[in-house]
């Protein structure tokens, strides 16, 4: 009977010497690696196919630094904030996001891609009553003639100036006790700039692992829309 196959074991660098054994005992057909790991050399010399993460950002923060503006863009919402009198209403935009993932994208045309919104009457507030104070995790939007006893939100364009894999495992697995290590930022692949770059990148990586049989491509700019909370990360 057919004991082997249908099984992929996770590796990673350091398992050169347990790998044969590991890979007898279970059986296992095909090697991988996961998120922040890299392959172990001993991979090119197993009768075994060999599974590949390619993450698109991963190792070329060159790029993402070198053009901002192809920077992932979400869109998110704030809290809902009441009008305790009529007048000026301050809405903070990131009380409930986490501030080193996401951050509002105040280089925008705020006034067409940003809505204030009365949700008592469902109404979008038109941009010359309200305006943009602040940036970052201070950044806020002012009412100037808000209604006592509405609720009142304000969405907006907010750029990813993190990864969010590569958020959750830095803070899962304490990279940030291991030199090298950097909060990466991602960039979209809808811009033909850095399309064109992901490709060659691409290209590149797939001559230089010759031993690899699938690439696991990923990391687009859809991403999951995995945004978290400001008390979700504390």
């Known amino acids: ?17 347990p790998l044969r054994a590991l890979l007898e005992r279970f059986g296992a057909d ?12 001993v991979v090119k010399e197993l009768a075994t196919k060999v599974y590949a993460t390619y993450f698109v950002a991963r190792r070329d923060q ?24 009529d007048g000026e209403l301050v809405i903070p935009l990131m009380s409930e996001w986490f501030a080193e993932q996401v951050s509002p994208d105040t280089s925008c045309d705020v006034a067409r891609w940003w809505q204030p919104i009365d949700r008592s009457t469902g109404a979008v507030i038109p941009p010359e009553r309200w305006r943009v104070r602040g940036e970052g995790a201070g950044c806020e939007v002012v009412l100037d003639d808000a209604t006592f006893g509405h609720v009142y ?23 940030e006790n291991e030199p090298g290590r950097v909060k990466e930022r991602p960039y979209d692949v809808r811009h033909e700039d850095t ?3 992901a490709r060659a990148a691409l290209g590149e990586w797939l001559t230089e692992h010759p031993e690899v049989d699938v690439v696991r491509f990923t990391t687009f700019f859809y991403h999951f829309t995995l945004v978290y909370g400001a008390r979700d990360c504390c």
Do not use: C, K
Request: aromatic fraction near 8%; charge should be negative.
């Open 1 to 17: 009977m057919n004991v082997a196959g249908r099984l992929t074991l996770p590796v990673q660098q350091g398992m050169d010497e």
């Open 30 to 41: 095909a090697v991988r690696n996961s998120d922040g790991t890299e392959l172990p050399e």
């Open 62 to 85: 060159e790029w993402a630094l070198a053009h901002p503006e192809q920077a992932t863009r979400v869109y998110l919402m704030s809290p809902r904030v009441p009008a305790t009198s």
């Open 153 to 175: 939100t304000g969405s907006f364009l907010a750029i990813q100036t993190w990864d969010s894999t590569q958020m959750h495992n830095y803070l899962t697995n304490g990279w």
């Open 195 to 197: 399309w064109q770059h």
